[in-house]
Structures are given as C-alpha cells and as structure tokens.
C-alpha cells in the first residue's frame, strides 16, 4: 500500500420512476458520493434525497448524510468512525442520528474484488411524533463485490445491528446491486430490504425496494 498518494473520487447516483395517466406519480433518489484518500486515512462523505410524489402528496422528501473515516493500520485491516443523520417521511422518523466506530478487515482482495467483514459500536438517537429513543447497537457488516463477466460486478452490502439491552430489537439490511461498469459511468440494478424487529406505531417490519439507477464518476 503506497500511504504517500493523495485521491478524490467524486460520484453521483441518478435514479428516476414517472408514471402518467390513470395514476400520475413521481419518485427520485439522488446521491452524491466524495471519498479522499491520504495516506492512511480514507475520508467520505455522501448525501442522498429520496423524493415521491403521488397524485401532488408529497410522500417521501427524505434526507439522509454520513461521514466516515477509516484509518488503515495494515493492507486488511482498519479502524472506522462516523456520523450519521436522516429522517424517513414515510416512517414517521423526525430523524435518526448516529455515531459509533469499529473495526474492517479484509478477507480477500484482487482484481477489483473484493470480501470484508468488520464490526462496531454505535449510538442511536431515533425520534417519532410521539416518542423518542436513545440507544447503544452492536453491529456487524459485510462488504461484497465479485466479477460476473468483464465490466459485470455483483455487489452486496449487509448490516445486522442489535440493541445491547435487548436482544430482540434487532435491525437487518441487504443490498444485492448487479452493476455494469463503464470508465466514466455505471449502471446498476438492485434491491433493498431493511428489517426492524421493533418498528414505530403502525409500520411494517420489512421494506423492500428495487432499483435501476445511473452512477456518474466525475473525478477518479
């Protein structure tokens, strides 16, 4: 690893669904992603909107923002901290902020693929209407990413993160994404599941999305 090399990558992700006639909506997600590399430090920040619009209700303006820093202390293994803030109309979540750390290692690495695992602490601060949460979680993520065909890369994100007072009150995400990856730009198609074992007043526990969106790679 060459910790003298200074990078930016700039990304932003476009994703777009319009539907005219006997039902008339509109939904975006847009992302933008900024990550810097210096020596040992790989520094990112990404922002994303999530907006829909049914027959002019507004059902979804959802912001969302994280910055992360991992520290890498070997070629497989770094130390991570972040931040986190975001709010979900349709939840009812006002916002749901955190902060924790941990621990990434690397299980395999080459030719752009890659498995990682790693492990961590973090602190959650949930409001609702009526109710507001303060908790520690444990959590455990892993990181995917394997070469189908040339320039076709299967990707797959997962998080398991559990109270620390409860057991019970557990939160699962997966993001299986097919990407088709060119210099300049990628297409991707993918999906979603988030899972909450304790969900707020009337939600449902699992929420499933799919997805067909555009990556434009501004600086590399």
Known sequence: MNHSTTKLNTQINLSFDWESGNENTFASFNQILIGTKQGRQLWRLIVGHDYEDDEGEIVANDWSAQLRLNHFVSDKNSIYGFIQTQNIKVLQMNHRQLVGGGYRHSLFNNDRQYIDL???????????????THKYRFNINMF??????????FNCVTYFQVNTKDASDIRFFVEPKINFEQEKFALSIGAQNRYNSTPYSQNKKNDLLSQVALTIKLFK
């Open 118 to 132: 790693a492990a961590g602490l973090f602190y959650e601060d949930e409001e609702y209407p009526n109710l507001q």
């Open 144 to 153: 995917l990413r394997v070469k189908l065909l040339v320039k076709l890369y």
